[in-house]
Nanobody, 128 residues
Framework: QVQLVESGGGSVQAGGSLRLSCAAS????????MGWFRQAPGKGREGVAS????????LYADSVKGRFTISRDNAKNTLYLQMNSLKPEDTALYYC?????????????????????WGQGTQVTVSA
């Protein structure tokens, strides 16, 4: 089955940077658009960024544009999220996600309903 394992979270001060990674297995990674989502306490899950199969097309939430960069290494079956200029409002549990196996055509999306498989999440805490 599909397994997604996030890493790289931590605690930083405002203005700092973190790089999240997501190791994927159980799917032909290069065939699927992938996404990063986050969920803060008491809030719903929010789409942060999404990337097309070859990495040439990306999609970002307005709240992170210009600060976050999504990328992927298809040879390593790994998804990344580089987060710069972090703000306290970026504090959340961050998840990577993949669509249902067999999804075609691949499509970048920030809607959680377009994704089926989720990692366990990695916590990001930004202090003022």
């Amino acid at each position: 089955q599909v397994q997604l394992v996030e890493s790289g979270g931590g605690s930083v001060q405002a203005g700092g940077s973190l790089r999240l990674s997501c190791a994927a297995s159980g799917l032909t990674f290069r065939n699927y658009a992938m996404g990063w989502f986050r969920q803060a306490p008491g809030k719903g899950r929010e789409g942060v960024a999404s990337i097309y199969t070859g990495g040439d097309t990306t999609l970002y939430a307005d709240s992170v544009k210009g600060r976050f960069t999504i990328s992927r290494d298809n040879a390593k079956n790994t998804l990344y999220l580089q987060m710069n200029s972090l703000k306290p409002e970026d504090t959340a549990l961050y998840y990577c996600a993949s669509p249902p196996v067999g999804t075609w055509p691949p499509t970048t999306s920030l809607r959680s309903t377009d994704f089926r498989n989720w990692g366990q999440g990695t916590q990001v805490t930004v202090s003022a």
